[in-house]
């Protein structure tokens, strides 16, 4: 069962998903809310950083696993300013030439200080929700980088980012998530595929310098043999025995930091 809301009602209901609108500076981003049967007053939050492919049943499933861990999560359409879009099928997204030029418009388009801005409204729609604890954020892909920045960002409310298969976490882009690390109060997970030309030896070796230096308490982990996309059930390279040891660190790493 699912009925459209805004972000505003807070009323939480039986039911496992809610699809509700949340007003933005730049217009209205659909997302899903995700929670487990009873009040959500309590429990700590999650925003989920969807990949380049959008929200799906794959990504839901994901949330409803963190949702059945005790978590109230939220996985907003980073895309909606472009919307309607797609959809687009994770196997071939990237091989097909018209669906890999759409893609990249998109991700093109959608920059990381517009899902930064775009948070505080994410933020106050879990709040809206009922959820007055910690917050942790993690992401997917292009959601990797932008949950490190919203750490960044808004370091009074998120006290855990985690990364999974992110590009660019230190590049030489100035708006690369390693360069603004000094800001982040909580904890940081990264996961990285073993070979991942979008996150590259010296990138780990940067960002690993950056969060030492800031004296963040974090994890960069090597998931040998993976490639970029593993931890998400409907990619082409999804891996079952590296999507649960994904799954068993990023629970515990929520368990420890949100909980």
């Not at 360069?179 to 070796?205: C, I, L, M, N």
Request: hydrophobic letters at 45%; glycine letters at 12%; aromatic letters at 8%.
């Amino acid at each position: 069962m699912q009925r459209e809301l805004s972000a505003s009602d807070s009323g939480w209901e039986t039911m496992a998903k809610r699809d509700i609108t949340i007003s933005t500076e730049d217009g209205e981003a659909k997302a899903g809310l995700f929670a487990a049967e009873g009040p959500s007053t309590g429990r700590p939050g999650v925003i989920l950083y969807m990949d380049a492919f959008g929200p799906r049943p794959a990504l839901d499933a994901m949330a409803e696993r963190l949702a059945a861990a005790g978590h109230v999560v939220l996985v907003p359409d980073l895309f909606y300013r472009a919307a309607p879009y797609g959809p687009f099928d994770p196997a071939t997204g990237f091989t097909n030439a018209d669906s890999r030029a759409q893609l990249m418009a998109l991700m093109g388009g959608t920059t990381a200080a517009m899902t930064e801005a775009d948070t505080a409204a994410f933020l106050a729609a879990l709040a809206d929700a009922g959820v007055r604890g910690k917050i942790g954020t993690v992401g997917y892909c292009m959601g990797g980088p932008r949950a490190l920045i919203a750490a960044a960002a808004y370091p009074d409310r998120i006290a855990a980012a985690a990364s999974f298969h992110g590009g660019g976490l230190a590049s030489d882009a100035p708006d690369s998530p390693h360069a603004r690390v000094g800001t982040v109060k909580g904890r940081v997970y990264v996961g990285s595929a073993g070979v991942d030309g979008s996150f590259p030896p010296e990138q780990s070796a940067r960002l690993a310098r950056a969060l030492r230096e800031a004296e963040i308490d974090h994890v960069i982990e090597n998931y040998v043999g993976m490639a970029h996309g593993w931890t998400v059930p409907d990619s082409r390279v999804f891996d079952a025995g590296g999507a649960e040891r994904h799954w068993k660190r990023l629970l515990t790493f929520f368990e420890e930091s949100l909980h």
